[in-house]
C-alpha cells in the first residue's frame, strides 16, 4: 500500500524535474552537490542508484544494515566515468533446503560486483545520464540494471529519475538468477523483461553536510518477503523478514569534512536503516617530509676540462668513498662505478625513495658534487634485488642551469636518455664491502580473511622472523618462520574441493604447521642480455610448495610492454610445514605478457597450466598511479570442471596497494597491500612468489620513471 | 579513519626488530622520535620545572660568524629558524636549516622550497606573469599562474633581530581568477631588502625572511 505519494505521480516529478528546463539550472554550474553514497555503498540516493560519479579514483567503504540485510560495499572510481564495486552482504535467516530438509536459521553470504557508467555529462539543461549493473555475476541476489537521470536545480537540490530491470522493474516477478551460473556474468537476464521507474529528490540542508532524501523505490524485496523462490534454488524464507508497505524511503545524512558519512533511514514504511562510509583518494595531495636535496654544484663559467685527475693513484677507491658518502644520506648505495675524464655511470642501492625519479635526481646532485669538473655526463642505474634495471643519462650541463629553470622538470625530461643497461664496462668497481650481507628482522604479522562463506570476518596474527644471506649481487638465501597467535579457524574441516587440495587444504597447514618454515630458499637473479632478465628459485618457495622455479622476462626500458615466461616443478609441503612434502606433485608454468598505458593502467595476461593441473589464464588490469597507489581487479579462467571448482566457479578478486609514505607522511618503498578474493579455490592457482622479475623490474623503466619526473628536483 | 588505521598498521608493521634500520624505513625512527619526545616532555612536566626560554638572537652573535645568514619564519606552522647559505647555482642561492629544509633565492625572490612537504618546486622570476609550480599528490607537475603588480607603499620601521631600520616598503599584489595574495618587501636606501614576506603556495602560506647580513 502506498502511502503519501502515488507511484506515477512521484516518477513523473523525478523525471519532469530531472529532464526539466530550468531557470534555476543555469545558476548551478558552480556549486552542486556533492555526490553521495546509498545504502548498496554506489552512489545513490537510499536504496536507487544516481547518474553521478564520485571524484576520479575515489575509493569508497561502505557498510550499511536494516531489518536482517547487512552489505559492506568497496567502491572504485575506475575512471572519471566508470566505477565499479564489490559487494558482500549478510541475509540473516535466509532458509536454504537441502536434501536433508531446511536448516534452521542459516545466515546467507552473499558477494555480488556492480558496474556503473556515465553516459553524458550534466549541462546546463540536461542532467547527467547513468547506465548501471548491480550484481551482475553469479546468483544474482540483488540483479539490475538501470538508465538514470540526475539534475542539480541550484546548489541545494538534486532530481533523480531511472528505469530499472530485474530487482528495479517495480514488479513482484522478480528471480534470483539461475545459481549454476556462480561466478559467471548473467548476461541474458541484462535489460530484459518488466521495466519500472524510480527517482527521488536530495535537498542540501543550511547546515553544512547535512543533506535530506527522498525517494521512490522500485524494488519490491521480492526475494526477501516470498516465502518460496521462483528460480528452482531450494531457497526457502521461513518468515518474511520485513513488511515492505511503502516504495517510499527517507534519509539524512551527515558528511563530515574529512569524508565521512552517516545516514539514517526509515526504508519501506516499516524498518530504520542505518549507514556508515569513508573515503580515500590517491590523488588527494598528501605529500611527506624529507631532507631537502644536496643543491646542484655547478661549475664555473670557465671550469678546468683537464682529465689529468683519472691519473690519480686509487681515484676509484675514493671516489666511490665520496659518492658513498653522499649517497648513505639519503639511505642509498654505491653498488658499482665507472668513469673516464669525461664520463661517470654509478649503480645503486636504493632503499629510501619510492619514486626511482627522485633517487636519479639526488644521485646526479651527488655526482656532481664529487666528480671533476671535466666529467660531463652522469649515467644513473638503478638496481634492484640485484637486476640492474635502466640506465638514465643526464648531462651536467642540464643539471646546472635547469635546476632552478621554471620549466627544468619538463625540459630535462626532455633531455635525459633512459635505456637498457648491460655489463658494467671492463675496468668498473665493485665494492668488495658490500657483500655477503647477512639481513633480519622480527615483526608482528596480522591478517584479515574476508567474504567466506561460512566465516565472512576472520582475523589470524602472530609473529615472524625474516632472514636473508645476501651472497652476491643477485644472490641470496632468505627464509622465514612464523609462529602464530591468533587462529582464524581453529578447528578447520577437511577440504571438499574436487580438484587437488592445492589451496583449500590452508586451515590444515595452519593447524599442524604452527610454527612453521613458511619459506626457505635460495634464489638467483641474473641478466641473459641488455633487455633479457632470468631468475632461478629454489627450495620450500612459500607455504605450500616447494621445488624449483624459473622465469625469464624481456622487457625493454624504453618499451611499455614485455614478455616474459614461468616453468615450475613443485611438490606439495606437508602440513607442519617443515622439510617434508606429501606425494602431489607437478610441473607448471605461464607465458605472460605486460602492457602499460599512458594513463596509467596496465593489464597483464598469463596463460598457462595452473598448480591444480588446470590450463586457462590470468587476466588482470591495475590503475597505477605515479605515487605508488595500485588498485586492481583479476579473473582467472581455466578448463577446471565448474562443477569440482565449488563456489564462485572462477577465481576473481580486487586488489590495493597502498605506499607507506602517503600513510606517514615520510618517505618509505614500503606499501601495505591488501586483497578482496571471492573465495580460496582451487582452481586457476599460481606458485606465490614474490620476486617475480616483472614487478622487480618495471619502476626502473621508463613508463614509471617519467609518471613520478616531478620529484626529480626533491 | 583508514588513513588512522594504516598509520597505526604501519607503525604495528614496521617498528618491529630489526637489523637493517635502512629497510624499515622512517617508521622506527618516527615512532622512537616521537617517543623522546613524549618521554622527555613527561620529564619536563613532573619536574615542575619550566624550560628555559631561548636567548634572544642578535646582530653582535651574526657579527660572529662568517657564514651567510637568512632567517625564516611559517607564521602559519608558528615555526622559524636560521638558514645558512650554502651553494650559488648562477645566481640562485640555496639556504640550510639545521632541520635539512632548503629555501631558494634569486636576489630577495623565494624561488624555490625543499623539505617543506607541499614545496615550491620553481617559480619564474621577473614579468607581470609569474608562474608556480608545485608536485601534485601523484607527483606531476601543477603550475599556478598569476599577474602581479608593483607599488611603493613608503618607508616603515621594521624590526630585524635587536635592531630598528628605516627601510622603503613595496606592496607586490599577485591574482588570478581564483586566488589573490600580497608579498611585501622592505628594502634599505642603498637598495637592499633587508625583510620580505611571500606567498609559499597554498598549503603553506607566507613565508618571512630576514637577511642577518
Not at chain 1, 95 to 123: H, I, M, W
Not at chain 1, 197 to 218: C, D, H, M, N
Not at chain 2, 135 to 156: I, M, P, Q, W, Y
Request: hydrophobic share 35%; with cysteine.
Amino acid at each position: 500500500m502506498k502511502t503519501f505519494l502515488t507511484k506515477p505521480v512521484f516518477i513523473g516529478c523525478a523525471s519532469i524535474l530531472a529532464y526539466s528546463v530550468s531557470a534555476i539550472a543555469l545558476q548551478s554550474q558552480e556549486t552542486r552537490m556533492a555526490p553521495s553514497l546509498g545504502m548498496f555503498g554506489t552512489t545513490g540516493l537510499i536504496d536507487m542508484p544516481t547518474a553521478e560519479s564520485q571524484p576520479d579514483a575515489e575509493l569508497t567503504t561502505n557498510i550499511s544494515a536494516f531489518s536482517d540485510f547487512t552489505r559492506g560495499t568497496f567502491s572504485f572510481q575506475i575512471t572519471p566515468r566508470l566505477s565499479g564495486s564489490f559487494r558482500y552482504a549478510k541475509l540473516n535467516n535466509w532458509a536454504v533446503s537441502g536434501p536433508g530438509g531446511p536448516f534452521t536459521n542459516p545466515d546467507y553470504f552473499d558477494r555480488s560486483f556492480d558496474f556503473q557508467y556515465r553516459l553524458l555529462d550534466e549541462r546546463s539543461y540536461l542532467p547527467a545520464v547513468a547506465v548501471g549493473l548491480r550484481d551482475f555475476m553469479g546468483t544474482g541476489l540483488y540483479s539490475s540494471q538501470y538508465l538514470v537521470a540526475t539534475k542539480n536545480l541550484g546548489s541545494k537540490l538534486k532530481v533523480t529519475g531511472g528505469l530499472g530491470w530485474g530487482r528495479l522493474s517495480d514488479t513482484m516477478d522478480v528471480t534470483a538468477i539461475d545459481s549454476t551460473l556462480g561466478g559467471s556474468p548473467n548476461i541474458g537476464s541484462w535489460f530484459r523483461g518488466d521495466v519500472g521507474g524510480f527517482g527521488g529528490i536530495e535537498w542540501q540542508t543550511p547546515v553544512e553536510g547535512l543533506r535530506l532524501k527522498a525517494e521512490y523505490s522500485s524494488d519490491h524485496y521480492v526475494l526477501e518477503n516470498e516465502l518460496t523462490t521462483r528460480d528452482g534454488q531450494n531457497r526457502m524464507r521461513p518468515a518474511a523478514s520485513f513488511e515492505r508497505k511503502s516504495p517510499i524511503n527517507l534519509g539524512v545524512e551527515y558528511r563530515t569534512k574529512r569524508g565521512m558519512q552517516f545516514g539514517a533511514y526509515y526504508l519501506y514504511g516499516s524498518e530504520v536503516g542505518v549507514s556508515f562510509s569513508t573515503a580515500l583518494n590517491p590523488k588527494r595531495n598528501n605529500g611527506f617530509v624529507d631532507r631537502a636535496p644536496t643543491p646542484v654544484h655547478a661549475r664555473g663559467s670557465n671550469y678546468s676540462g683537464s682529465t689529468d685527475w683519472t691519473q690519480i693513484a686509487g681515484i676509484q677507491d675514493k671516489a666511490r668513498e665520496q659518492l658513498d658518502k653522499e649517497l648513505n644520506k639519503d639511505k642509498m648505495r654505491v653498488e658499482a662505478l665507472h668513469f673516464n675524464g669525461v664520463h661517470a655511470e654509478v649503480r645503486i642501492q636504493n632503499r629510501k625513495y619510492l619514486a626511482v625519479a627522485q633517487a636519479v635526481g639526488r644521485t646526479a646532485r651527488a655526482m656532481a658534487k664529487v666528480f671533476p669538473d671535466s666529467v660531463e655526463s652522469f649515467t644513473i642505474v638503478p638496481v634492484n634485488n640485484g637486476l640492474a634495471s635502466s640506465a638514465i643519462t643526464i648531462q651536467r650541463h642540464d643539471l646546472e642551469t635547469l635546476e632552478n629553470h621554471v620549466n627544468g622538470s619538463e625540459l630535462l625530461a626532455g633531455r635525459v636518455d633512459i635505456s637498457d643497461v648491460g655489463k658494467l664496462p671492463v675496468g668498473g668497481l665493485r665494492p668488495t664491502d658490500l657483500y655477503p650481507r647477512f639481513t633480519w628482522g622480527i615483526a608482528p604479522y596480522f591478517g584479515i580473511q574476508l567474504f567466506d562463506s561460512t566465516n565472512p570476518f576472520a582475523l589470524s596474527g602472530g609473529i615472524r622472523g625474516t632472514a636473508q644471506y645476501q651472497i652476491s649481487s643477485g644472490l641470496s638465501v632468505s627464509g622465514s618462520i612464523a609462529k602464530s597467535f591468533v587462529t582464524a579457524d581453529k578447528n578447520p574441516s577437511p577440504s571438499a574441493s574436487g580438484l587437488e587440495h592445492v589451496r583449500t587444504d590452508i586451515g590444515q597447514y595452519n593447524l599442524h604447521g604452527d610454527p612453521g618454515i613458511e619459506k626457505l630458499s635460495a634464489d638467483y637473479v641474473f641478466k641473459l642480455g641488455p633487455a633479457v632478465y632470468g631468475r632461478i628459485s629454489a627450495g620450500y618457495l612459500e607455504r605450500m610448495f616447494g621445488g624449483v622455479s624459473t622465469e625469464v622476462l624481456w622487457k625493454r626500458a624504453d618499451l611499455n610492454w614485455g614478455l616474459g615466461a614461468e616453468l615450475n616443478y613443485v611438490k606439495q609441503r606437508e602440513f607442519r610445514q617443515l622439510f617434508g612434502f606429501q606425494d602431489y606433485s607437478i610441473a607448471t608454468g605461464h607465458v605472460s605478457a605486460y602492457y602499460e598505458t599512458k594513463n596509467g593502467f596496465e593489464f597483464q595476461v598469463d596463460v598457462g597450466r595452473y598448480l591444480a593441473g588446470d590450463v586457462g589464464a590470468t587476466f588482470s588490469v591495475d590503475r597505477s598511479f605515479d605515487n605508488g597507489w595500485r588498485v586492481g581487479a583479476y579473473a582467472t579462467l581455466t578448463d577446471a570442471d565448474s562443477a569440482l571448482f565449488g563456489e564462485g566457479r572462477f577465481d576473481k578478486g580486487v586488489r590495493l596497494e597502498i605506499p607507506l609514505n602517503w600513510a606517514l607522511g615520510t618517505a618509505s618503498q614500503s606499501s601495505i597491500k591488501t586483497a578482496l578474493t571471492s573465495l580460496v579455490r582451487d582452481g586457476g592457482q599460481r606458485l606465490t612468489i614474490d620476486n617475480r622479475l616483472y614487478e622487480t623490474v618495471r619502476d626502473s623503466h621508463a613508463r614509471k620513471i617519467s609518471g613520478a619526473w616531478g620529484r626529480i628536483w626533491q | 579513519m583508514i588513513k588512522q588505521a594504516l598509520i597505526a598498521i604501519s607503525i604495528l608493521t614496521l617498528s618491529a626488530c630489526s637489523s637493517n634500520n635502512a629497510e624499515q624505513g622512517g617508521v622506527g625512527s618516527i615512532v622512537k622520535a616521537q617517543m623522546k619526545t613524549m618521554i622527555a616532555a613527561r620529564k619536563v612536566a613532573k619536574s615542575g620545572v619550566k624550560p628555559e626560554a631561548a636567548k634572544p638572537f642578535t646582530f653582535a652573535d651574526i657579527a660572529k660568524t662568517k657564514a651567510q645568514l637568512v632567517r625564516i619564519e611559517i607564521p602559519k606552522f608558528k615555526s622559524s629558524a636560521l638558514a645558512q647559505f650554502v651553494n650559488d647555482n648562477g645566481g640562485y642561492k640555496t639556504y640550510f636549516t639545521a632541520g635539512q629544509q632548503s629555501i631558494t633565492l634569486k636576489g630577495s625572490e623565494l624561488t624555490g622550497t625543499r623539505g617543506f612537504r607541499h614545496d615550491l618546486i620553481a617559480r619564474s622570476v621577473g614579468g607581470e606573469t609569474r608562474t608556480y609550480k608545485y608536485l601534485d599528490s601523484e607527483n606531476h607537475l601543477r603550475r599556478f599562474d598569476v599577474k602581479c603588480e608593483t607599488t611603493s607603499a613608503g618607508t616603515e620601521d621594521v624590526q630585524v633581530l635587536d635592531k630598528t631600520f628605516r627601510l622603503r616598503k613595496f606592496e607586490e599584489v599577485c591574482r588570478n581568477e581564483t586566488k589573490a595574495f600580497k608579498n611585501v618587501k622592505w628594502v634599505s636606501a642603498s637598495g637592499k631588502t633587508r625583510k620580505a614576506t611571500q606567498w609559499v603556495g597554498h598549503e603553506v602560506g607566507f613565508i618571512i625572511i630576514e637577511w642577518l647580513n
